[in-house]
């Protein structure tokens, strides 16, 4: 549960490793870093947050490479942000002091963070600063890899076998014993770190404190455009910076986690490279972010969508930040997993499935960039208008689905579903704007699809819509999803029956749901998984749109009382645990939250 002042607790480290619950974020707009409870940093790529990791021991606790700054003899510790920021505080005890330690990835003085240009840097600043008694401070900065560092400046130049890339440079207002190094600190006294990264700062000025100043201002200023006020309105604030940290703020583009190989369920080998923009992302992103105030963001993520799109002439399920192709799926042999659970990979295999519902991301998309001000020029509209024409028919073909299944493709009604939302944003776009299209195809076409939905996906006898058009009562929580993407109302009959039926037989307890039950919806791997939060989320918004609000609410309120007391989401719950599980924080999780808000707050008033 998200905690502004939270209680002292011993740092845990299951199998060696911290627990998901004990990482703190923090990002840039190019890169991220996951901080650990005892000030431990064992995430962060760089120079961007699809490059090779520069620490990554939270998938090898040996070799992937850290970079520590703690107090020994420590005892116990907490985090929180310092509020409305990115700037995350740890605080250390041990028998004979405090020590409080200020990270962040600093921003340029002044940077507008919603201007699309680049804000970041390529800095990390770690602030140490003894609030009470004695502490022994140690640093360790361990890149993975080969590393030589030498005397340079003011600080170290490191270097790193196979990073030709990187130019390191270690800098600190005390004099540095070598990469690994110890300072006595009494109360007042303080250590300031910056490592730096691609350009070289060896000749500016020492000023770590401005440096987290401006940080500070730069992300307060931003979030003097929230609008919000209801249910949750902290876990609200802290999700929107959460997913500010998850956007690239110079293309514009929203990574699914900052995080590759995260395994849900722990031991089990659903590990997947999720550093990429899925488009599906970008609807409810939008979706979300515009409800809150952040238009920059959400048109510049509609934008980014339309680009990627437009440059490849055939829509694609995910991209590369940049828009280009995800690279080839690759394991890593090199990394034992985190918690031992291999395999660690790179790149997705998934970017090349085929999946129907992108037609409808992509032209949902079309929609809302329109409706927010945008035009679309001749060129586009006729790449747009193509893709209703393909979805007119691409449903009754198998593909792989929403969930992205690596067995053989079956008819999902959620990719029929999508396809819909493609021929009914099209034609609306062509009525409202005058566009050229066959108008009266596309809304018939639409209108009958949505009716073949209805009845064939329809069990009479489970008394559920089904996860596929081809018969079955096998369910699928993105079922969930249809009113959201208007599909089919949130109070039709069926919609109303099938919602019971998921909350009944996905349930994983508490609230929490899984996304199928693989015994009857195989999805060629082996091993189940955890609890999708995002599917409790949209149960959520159906059961406020059926005038169950109080239940609505209630679950609500338990799915936020499940983030980390930094506010911060996985992927995934694991039922028997309630432990964090996959890749982490996860945006989707974070959409969910203020989605359900929002929805909630215009239910009641």
Request: glycine share 10%; with cysteine; proline share 6%.
């Amino acid at each position: 549960m998200l905690d502004l002042d939270p209680p002292f607790r011993r740092p845990v480290r299951p199998d060696g490793y911290p627990r998901l619950e004990d990482l703190g974020l923090i990002g840039d707009g190019s890169t991220a870093a996951l901080v650990g409870l005892d000030g431990t940093i064992h995430w962060m790529c760089v120079p961007g947050f699809d490059s090779p990791p520069l620490f990554g021991s939270l998938l090898d606790r040996v070799r992937g490479g850290s970079f520590t700054l703690t107090a020994r003899g420590l005892v116990d510790a907490r985090q929180r942000y310092e509020p409305d920021t990115g700037v995350l505080i740890t605080e250390l005890r041990t028998d004979t002091g405090r020590l409080r330690i200020s990270d962040a990835l600093v921003l340029r003085a002044g940077a507008d963070l919603s201007d699309d240009v680049p804000s970041d840097r390529a800095e990390l600043v770690r602030s140490a600063l003894v609030v009470e008694g004695q502490v022994m401070v140690e640093l360790d900065l361990l890149p993975r890899g080969e590393v030589e560092a030498r005397p340079a400046v003011d600080g170290l130049e490191v270097q790193i076998a196979g990073r030709p890339d990187l130019r390191l440079h270690l800098r600190a207002d005390r004099p540095l014993a070598g990469l690994r190094s110890q300072f006595d600190l009494r109360q007042g006294e303080h250590l300031d770190v910056v490592l730096s990264w691609g350009r070289s700062r060896r000749h500016h000025r020492f000023d770590a404190a401005a440096m987290l100043r401006a940080t500070t201002q730069s992300w307060r200023q931003w979030m003097a455009d929230f609008q919000y006020a209801g249910p949750q309105e902290r876990m609200v604030r802290r999700s929107a910076i959460t997913l500010k940290m998850c956007d690239h703020w110079t293309h514009g583009s929203l990574i699914a986690a900052p995080t590759s190989s995260l395994p849900a369920p722990i031991g089990g080998p659903r590990n997947w490279d999720y550093r990429y923009v899925w488009i599906r992302d970008a609807a409810f992103s939008v979706f979300a972010l515009r409800r809150i105030g952040f238009t920059s963001e959400a048109d510049a993520f509609l934008g980014w969508v339309l680009d990627a799109f437009e440059r490849g002439r055939r829509p694609r399920i995910m991209y590369a930040i940049d828009g280009g192709l995800v690279p080839d799926e690759v394991e890593d042999a090199d990394f034992e997993g985190y918690r031992r659970s291999p395999p660690v990979r790179w790149g997705n295999g998934a970017a090349d499935q085929r999946q129907h519902d992108v037609y409808g991301e992509v032209l949902d998309c079309a929609y809302q960039w329109v409706r927010g001000g945008g035009r679309l020029e001749p060129a586009l509209w006729s790449s747009l208008a193509g893709l209703a024409d393909i979805a007119e028919t691409a449903w009754r073909q198998p593909d792989q689905g929403i969930w992205e299944v690596r067995s053989e493709g079956r008819v999902f009604t959620y990719s029929a579903a999508l396809c819909q939302v493609a021929l009914d944003r099209a034609a609306v776009l062509a009525e409202r704007h005058a566009l050229p299209g066959p108008v009266a195809r596309w809304r018939s076409a639409a209108d009958d699809l949505r009716a073949t939905i209805l009845d064939r996906a329809w069990n009479d006898e489970a008394k559920t819509l089904s996860e596929h058009l081809d018969g079955g009562d096998s369910l699928d929580a993105s079922l969930l999803a249809l009113p959201l993407r208007r599909v089919v109302p949130v109070d039709h009959p069926k919609m109303v029956a099938t919602t019971a039926a998921v909350a009944q037989r996905l349930s994983a307890g508490n609230g929490l749901l899984y996304r199928y039950l693989h015994e009857h919806s195989p999805d060629g791997i082996t091993g189940d998984e955890g609890a999708f939060l995002l599917c409790s989320f949209w149960l959520v918004e159906n059961l406020a749109g059926q005038g169950r609000l109080d239940e609505a609410e209630e679950l609500f309120a338990s799915l936020c009382d499940r983030a980390s007391p930094l506010g911060l989401l996985p992927e995934q719950i694991d039922p028997a645990t309630n432990g964090f599980i996959g890749n982490f924080p996860q945006a989707f999780s974070h959409i969910g939250v203020i989605a359900g808000a929002v929805t909630l707050a215009r239910a009641r008033s």
